[in-house]
């Protein structure tokens, strides 16, 4: 991997107090005082624009930050005109050894009592016309209040009301709720609250707010639908209400009044301690798409990110421009999105972490109907560490190559060396052609939603072919599904790696996939996919998942000039290891098998020794493997141990006298899979040994 380095042209200083302490720089600005150090970053960016005009800057020049806390009263705004060039780029980066924390927050001051454990502050008369949905105290997000309370013990799963029933045949707007459990007639300001809810078959989170409350019904309508139908048992909770105020760490805004109410966890007075987002982002990089001008060249490294109420970072119709070492944490919505055909970018190094929304979002990248010729990648994001998205919002996926509304999906990027854990939903989400999923190590996502995979394609149109998914180490992918109303289940409905509707053309080679619920891989609808040389380890209902689409018409582009009838047709899975312990696991499960196979060998497969169940409702059940061979499959695969060194501990190396190798196998470079050390990381070593086992077990007993 290339490292980005510091060019050799002139410095700009920026200070907190003025002061320089970075020794090897003058203490003091020039006597034309053109080279700081300078208060703001935006007066450092003018300097720097003054300086290219000037000279051309033939050398880029660097901006460095000194230490401190910056509170910036607007975001840092780069355009075309702020570029610099290959061998001359434009840097932003922290002085050595210094910490150089943006904030794009204000902290409330002029606290008083107001009753119990709850203080109140007034907002500045200049800043109400700001809606913030997020406090952080003492760099912590506090809980908007709400009811039920969040259960700390059970994040996940705990702390939710239940749709008590449906109205009508289903609506996506009206509910009922359970009157011993919500009691809106307590509400000042029903029409203030939003509902979070995760609707019908839990593939996602809607937070809608309320337009109106039926007491004697007992039933709430949303101002704005949810996604999906509501029905009976779908989880939720309702926020933004003073009177639900009533646990430590809550909080509220009273907008019309100006009013913060805050009940601090730890008990002591909140002065100077609460910081409210004031500003979307804090960096914003755009090029102008009228004149088509892209701003290229431009580094980032070094920063720590917070506190807004959006995005931390927008790179907008950027080309060549990098964020390296940096942390980036605590915004309401995607922490870092690269849009607007942004290309050659490169996201490394980064810890990013409790974010309302993805951490890393791509998309609107490039057409697909003039994909270039001739380079190595679109955008690389690499040797990551991302976790706990979807803070408080709602996150498809950490990491997500997906395209924007109306928007094209992206195509010939990498994803990665990416640690990614304890997600809402998947890991990794991507569409497009020809993107490259490689060396990330995945695990315990999906664990508020369901039908999902840890690391998953949802294409729609089968002519986005080209990607490959190889050599990640994905365990533990999760899945929390309802079973019946009030009662849920984790971990249930999810894979491992996921091909999701239509999903063409994709080579899923050399990857380790352990402890999944429905399988290590689901192939749903799409042609042409090549499961190969992949280890599966311990799928509980079954190891490989094959699903026909009934439609012909569907999941292609309607201005593609093929218009041949289409086929769930060409998979392939050959050369791999399936090696499970569950005593009603199924071995291959799937719908309306005729055209979907076009090969199966060279397999290894292990059920401890007992029989193998191949389950294709409609055609055969739990079938054995004569009867599958009689099929025309696996004539030279084997039902034998692969002779793994230490499965117990989760050591999955081939002993040399394993039949997987004797069959071609090809040993996987687990020890390149994740992250690695770099002058790039933020933080090293990293551990992820976090909490979750404990928060993710489900409350005791059934949720009423």
Not at 467 to 491: F, T
Not at 587 to 600: F, L, N
């Amino acid at each position: 991997m290339s490292i980005w380095s510091a060019p050799a042209g002139p410095v700009v200083q920026v200070a907190v107090d003025g002061n320089d302490r970075w020794s090897g720089v003058p203490a003091a600005p020039n006597a034309g005082r053109t080279d700081g150090p300078f208060a703001t970053l935006a007066r450092a960016r003018d300097e720097v624009r003054a300086m290219k005009a000037a000279s051309g800057l033939p050398r880029g020049a660097t901006v460095v930050v000194h230490g401190g806390v910056y509170r910036l009263g607007e975001p840092l705004v780069l355009g075309p005109a702020d570029s610099g060039q290959a061998d001359a780029p434009i840097v932003y980066a922290a002085a050595p050894g210094e910490r150089v924390l943006l904030r794009g927050s204000v902290v409330l001051q002029g606290w008083h009592h107001f009753r119990g454990g709850i203080w109140q502050a007034s907002v500045p008369a200049d800043l109400r016309e700001i809606r913030f949905w997020q406090l952080y105290y003492r760099g912590h997000r506090q809980v908007l209040a709400r009811t039920p309370n969040r259960d700390p013990q059970h994040p996940r799963s705990g702390g939710f009301s239940y749709v008590a029933k449906e109205v009508g045949e289903g609506s996506k707007a009206d509910f009922g709720y359970n009157p011993a459990r919500l009691d809106p007639a307590r509400w000042s300001k029903p029409t203030e609250a939003r509902v979070h809810v995760w609707p019908w078959r839990n593939w996602n989170q809607d937070i809608c707010p309320i337009k109106s409350v039926d007491l004697p019904g007992h039933v709430i309508t949303l101002a704005q639908p949810a996604r999906y139908l509501l029905i009976e048992g779908n989880r939720f909770y309702v926020d933004n209400l003073l009177e639900e105020l009533d646990a430590p760490g809550e909080w509220y805004y009273d907008k019309q009044a100006g009013q913060v109410y805050f009940w601090p966890p730890d008990g002591a007075d909140p002065t100077d301690g609460v910081a409210v987002p004031v500003l979307d982002d804090l960096i914003t990089v755009k090029g102008d798409p009228t004149s088509g001008a892209f701003v290229s060249h431009v580094q980032f490294r070094d920063f720590d990110l917070a506190e807004t109420c959006s995005s931390l970072m927008v790179l907008g119709r950027t080309a060549y421009c990098s964020v390296t070492r940096s942390t980036l944490t605590n915004c309401g919505g995607n922490a870092l999105q690269i849009c607007d055909a942004g290309h050659h970018n490169r996201v490394a190094g980064c810890d990013i972490h409790h974010v309302g929304g993805q951490a890393i979002s791509l998309d609107d990248a490039v057409d697909w109907t003039h994909r270039p010729e001739g380079h190595l990648a679109y955008n690389v994001i690499d040797n990551n560490h991302v976790h706990d998205v979807g803070d408080g919002g709602d996150a498809w996926c950490a990491i997500g190559l997906l395209p924007s509304s109306g928007g094209n999906a992206s195509h010939d990027n990498v994803v990665s060396h990416n640690l990614i854990h304890d997600t809402p939903r998947q890991g990794i989400s991507f569409n497009g052609m020809g993107n490259v999923v490689e060396f990330n190590h995945v695990h315990h996502t999906n664990q508020e939603q369901s039908d999902t995979g840890a690391i998953g394609m949802g294409s729609r149109d089968i002519y986005e072919r080209g990607s490959i998914i190889r050599y990640n180490y994905v365990h533990d992918a999760g899945g929390y599904n309802m079973l019946k109303p009030g009662v849920w289940e984790y971990p249930h409905y999810c894979w491992g790696i996921y091909l999701d509707d239509y999903t063409s053309g994709v080579h899923v080679h050399g990857n380790l996939v352990v402890n999944t619920y429905r399988g290590g891989v689901m192939v749903h609808g799409g042609q042409d996919n090549v499961i190969e040389n992949n280890i599966f380890i311990d799928g509980a209902a079954q190891q490989i998942q094959y699903a026909f689409i009934d439609s012909l018409t569907k999941g292609r582009n309607p201005v593609h000039p093929d218009k041949s009838m289409w086929l769930m047709t060409g998979t392939k899975c050959i050369g791999n290891i399936f090696y499970y312990t569950g005593l009603e696991s199924n071995w291959i499960r799937g719908t309306k098998w005729t055209q979907i196979i076009a090969e199966s060998d060279r397999n290894v497969i292990w059920h401890g020794g007992r029989s193998l169940t191949i389950s294709v409702p409609g055609i055969f059940e739990s079938t054995g493997w004569d009867a599958w061979q009689q099929l025309g499959f696996d004539h030279h695969s084997v039902i034998a141990d692969p002779l793994f060194v230490d499965a117990k501990r989760g050591d999955y190396r081939l002993r040399p006298d394993s039949p997987a190798l004797k069959l071609g196998f090809k040993p996987l470079p687990v020890e390149q899979m994740g992250l690695y050390s770099s002058p790039e990381r933020a933080s090293w070593p990293v551990s992820d040994d976090q909490w979750r086992e404990e928060h993710l077990k489900l409350p005791e007993g059934p949720a009423q």
